[in-house]
Protein backbone atom coordinates (compact mmCIF):
# COMPACT_ATOMS: atom_id res chain seq x y z
CA UNK A 1 0.00 0.00 0.00
CA UNK A 2 2.90 2.28 0.80
CA UNK A 3 4.58 1.50 -2.33
CA UNK A 4 1.64 2.69 -4.15
CA UNK A 5 2.14 5.89 -2.83
CA UNK A 6 5.21 6.31 -3.53
CA UNK A 7 4.80 5.15 -7.22
CA UNK A 8 1.37 7.94 -7.27
CA UNK A 9 3.82 10.74 -6.01
CA UNK A 10 6.88 10.00 -8.14
CA UNK A 11 3.89 10.24 -11.12
CA UNK A 12 2.26 13.28 -10.09
CA UNK A 13 5.43 14.86 -9.75
CA UNK A 14 6.48 13.97 -13.12
CA UNK A 15 7.15 16.66 -15.98
CA UNK A 16 5.26 14.66 -18.67
CA UNK A 17 2.12 15.13 -16.47
CA UNK A 18 0.51 18.00 -17.97
CA UNK A 19 -3.18 17.67 -16.03
CA UNK A 20 -5.56 15.89 -14.16
CA UNK A 21 -8.48 13.79 -16.58
CA UNK A 22 -11.89 16.34 -15.52
CA UNK A 23 -13.98 13.01 -15.27
CA UNK A 24 -11.90 9.96 -13.77
CA UNK A 25 -9.23 12.76 -11.82
CA UNK A 26 -6.72 10.44 -12.86
CA UNK A 27 -3.12 12.11 -13.85
CA UNK A 28 -2.60 12.43 -17.69
CA UNK A 29 0.55 12.60 -19.89
CA UNK A 30 1.12 15.91 -22.11
CA UNK A 31 1.45 13.48 -25.21
CA UNK A 32 -2.49 11.88 -24.79
CA UNK A 33 -5.58 12.74 -26.80
CA UNK A 34 -7.42 10.68 -24.95
CA UNK A 35 -7.46 9.88 -20.80
CA UNK A 36 -6.07 5.98 -20.55
CA UNK A 37 -8.26 5.52 -17.62
CA UNK A 38 -11.85 6.00 -18.64
CA UNK A 39 -11.23 7.15 -22.19
CA UNK A 40 -12.37 10.83 -21.67
CA UNK A 41 -10.97 13.11 -24.56
CA UNK A 42 -8.48 15.46 -23.01
CA UNK A 43 -7.68 18.82 -24.46
CA UNK A 44 -4.09 19.05 -23.54
CA UNK A 45 -2.48 20.13 -27.01
CA UNK A 46 -4.78 22.34 -29.02
CA UNK A 47 -2.11 22.86 -31.30
CA UNK A 48 -2.68 19.36 -32.18
CA UNK A 49 -5.97 19.36 -32.12
CA UNK A 50 -6.12 21.58 -34.62
CA UNK A 51 -4.05 20.41 -37.23
CA UNK A 52 -5.71 17.17 -36.72
CA UNK A 53 -9.07 19.40 -37.72
CA UNK A 54 -7.00 20.96 -40.53
CA UNK A 55 -6.08 17.49 -41.80
CA UNK A 56 -9.81 16.37 -41.87
CA UNK A 57 -10.80 19.16 -43.36
CA UNK A 58 -8.07 18.90 -46.16
CA UNK A 59 -8.98 15.00 -46.72
CA UNK A 60 -12.67 15.81 -47.09
CA UNK A 61 -11.83 18.63 -49.45
CA UNK A 62 -9.78 16.11 -51.63
CA UNK A 63 -12.29 13.00 -51.32
CA UNK A 64 -15.92 14.78 -51.41
CA UNK A 65 -15.27 16.31 -55.14
CA UNK A 66 -14.51 12.98 -56.22
CA UNK A 67 -17.46 11.24 -54.47
CA UNK A 68 -19.85 14.31 -56.52
CA UNK A 69 -18.07 13.23 -59.70
CA UNK A 70 -18.27 9.72 -59.01
CA UNK A 71 -21.98 10.14 -58.47
CA UNK A 72 -22.44 12.78 -61.27
CA UNK A 73 -21.14 9.89 -63.70
CA UNK A 74 -23.84 7.61 -62.56
CA UNK A 75 -26.54 10.20 -62.06
CA UNK A 76 -28.85 10.25 -65.24
CA UNK A 77 -30.31 13.55 -65.18
CA UNK A 78 -28.26 14.31 -68.08
CA UNK A 79 -29.46 12.05 -70.11
CA UNK A 80 -33.28 13.05 -69.21
CA UNK A 81 -32.51 16.37 -69.81
CA UNK A 82 -31.11 16.00 -73.37
CA UNK A 83 -34.37 14.00 -74.60
CA UNK A 84 -36.78 14.73 -76.82
CA UNK A 85 -40.04 13.31 -75.08
CA UNK A 86 -41.06 16.36 -72.92
CA UNK A 87 -42.05 14.13 -70.01
CA UNK A 88 -38.81 12.23 -69.51
CA UNK A 89 -37.20 15.99 -70.18
CA UNK A 90 -39.23 17.07 -67.28
CA UNK A 91 -38.12 14.65 -65.03
CA UNK A 92 -34.99 15.44 -66.00
CA UNK A 93 -35.67 19.63 -65.46
CA UNK A 94 -36.84 18.04 -62.07
CA UNK A 95 -33.84 15.82 -60.92
CA UNK A 96 -31.46 18.47 -61.91
CA UNK A 97 -33.76 20.94 -59.35
CA UNK A 98 -33.48 18.38 -56.76
CA UNK A 99 -29.62 18.31 -57.45
CA UNK A 100 -29.43 21.97 -56.92
CA UNK A 101 -31.39 21.96 -54.12
CA UNK A 102 -29.47 19.01 -52.46
CA UNK A 103 -26.07 21.17 -53.13
CA UNK A 104 -27.27 24.22 -51.92
CA UNK A 105 -28.44 22.46 -48.76
CA UNK A 106 -25.65 20.60 -48.07
CA UNK A 107 -22.92 23.54 -48.77
CA UNK A 108 -25.05 25.00 -46.42
CA UNK A 109 -24.54 22.44 -43.58
CA UNK A 110 -21.23 21.84 -44.53
CA UNK A 111 -20.41 25.54 -43.73
CA UNK A 112 -22.23 25.66 -40.78
CA UNK A 113 -20.66 22.41 -39.28
CA UNK A 114 -17.17 23.30 -40.24
CA UNK A 115 -17.50 26.50 -38.53
CA UNK A 116 -18.60 24.71 -35.55
CA UNK A 117 -15.21 22.75 -35.61
CA UNK A 118 -13.30 25.86 -35.75
CA UNK A 119 -15.53 27.44 -32.84
CA UNK A 120 -14.94 24.35 -30.63
CA UNK A 121 -11.10 24.78 -30.96
CA UNK A 122 -11.14 27.70 -30.31
CA UNK A 123 -13.22 26.90 -27.33
CA UNK A 124 -10.45 24.23 -26.15
CA UNK A 125 -7.72 26.82 -26.58
CA UNK A 126 -9.84 29.34 -24.55
CA UNK A 127 -10.37 26.60 -22.14
CA UNK A 128 -6.65 25.73 -21.67
CA UNK A 129 -5.73 29.25 -20.98
CA UNK A 130 -8.12 29.87 -18.40
CA UNK A 131 -6.70 26.67 -16.66
CA UNK A 132 -3.13 28.59 -16.02
ZN1 LIG B 1 -10.19 9.86 -17.22
Known amino acids: M ?9 FVNSNMISGI ?3 CHQPVFSKYYFCPNCGNKLNTS ?12 YA ?3 ILPMFCFLFIRKWPGMKYIKSEDPE ?3 IGYIA ?8 VITIYLA ?13 SINT ?4 F
Request: proline share 2%; glycine share 2%; net charge negative.
Open 60 to 62: LSI
Open 88 to 90: IKQ
Open 96 to 103: WALLIIST
Open 128 to 131: DLGA
Open 2 to 10: ELNLNEQNT
Open 46 to 57: PLSKTIQTQIWI
Open 111 to 123: FVWTQNIIQSSVD
Open 21 to 23: CSV
